[in-house]
């Protein structure tokens, strides 16, 4: 168990509609990734976030967007959903700030668009 | 980051050891190699990382080469659950400055323990 918790498993969802990935880090991390894999792309760097602020984008579509809340928690919110953004969404967390520290995963949402 | 270069590939017998190597020509000073595996869709595990010394935990060792250039993860005693996807990552330390601390995966090396 990596302490990263990743919330809903798994999700199922019609083309156009809006869903929000909650990710809550493992405890005293205060850096989040998010993460996308998708069978044809490997896994893709969407954006970080470092105590609230956000700190460097990848990948990350338009329709996409995410933030860290004051608690830690974040969240990843995905609009307008087409057929191509079903993957699994991993969440990451780390020490951030000075501290050398591996990114921990958590397992993931698997998200299904219909 | 820099680019690293893995087998696609490695076959392993249960209770061998398992080497998979891993090239990093374009390495620099204040990068550090990480290692990581997938088991089927599961999220990625950490395993082990190192900036010029060999290191060893309780899941692997990591040998990297004098010259930083490659690097060889070693599990010394494989089991059929070692079967995953490892991936073998450079990345600037978070001391080093900047923001930019993403981990840049490629395709790994597809370990297959066989009994």
């Known amino acids: 168990d990596s302490g990263v918790t990743q919330t809903p498993k798994h999700l199922i969802t019609a083309t156009g509609q809006r869903v929000t990935l909650r990710c809550s880090p493992r405890?005293?991390?205060?850096?989040v990734y998010w993460y996308q894999q998708s069978l044809d792309q490997g896994l893709q760097f969407l954006i970080q976030y470092y105590n609230g602020e956000e700190r460097a984008k990848g990948n990350i579509l338009e329709r996409f967007s995410a933030q860290q809340f004051p608690d830690l928690h974040s969240e990843l919110n995905l609009s307008s959903l087409e057929l191509g953004d079903s993957a699994l969404y991993f969440c990451?967390?780390?020490?951030?700030?000075?501290?050398?520290?591996?990114?921990?995963f958590g397992n993931g949402t698997r998200l299904t668009v219909t | 980051d820099a680019k690293t270069t893995q087998p696609p590939s490695m076959d392993c017998a249960e209770g061998r050891a398992a080497n998979l190597p891993c090239n990093h020509s374009t390495i620099s000073g204040n990068e550090y190699v990480y290692w990581y595996r997938q088991i089927h869709s599961q999220g990625p595990q950490y395993i082990i990382h190192?900036?010029?010394n060999n290191e060893t935990n309780e899941m692997a060792s990591l040998i990297i080469t004098e010259d930083r250039k490659s690097s060889t993860l070693i599990l010394p005693h494989a089991t059929l659950r070692d079967t995953a996807v490892y991936y073998c990552i450079v990345r600037v330390g978070e001391g080093s400055g900047g923001s930019n601390y993403k981990l840049t995966f490629g395709k790994g090396t597809l370990l297959t323990v066989n009994p």
């Open positions: 405890s005293g991390d205060l850096s």
């Open positions: 990451a967390s780390s020490v951030g700030g000075r501290h050398n520290s591996p990114l921990h």
């Open positions: 190192g900036l010029k």
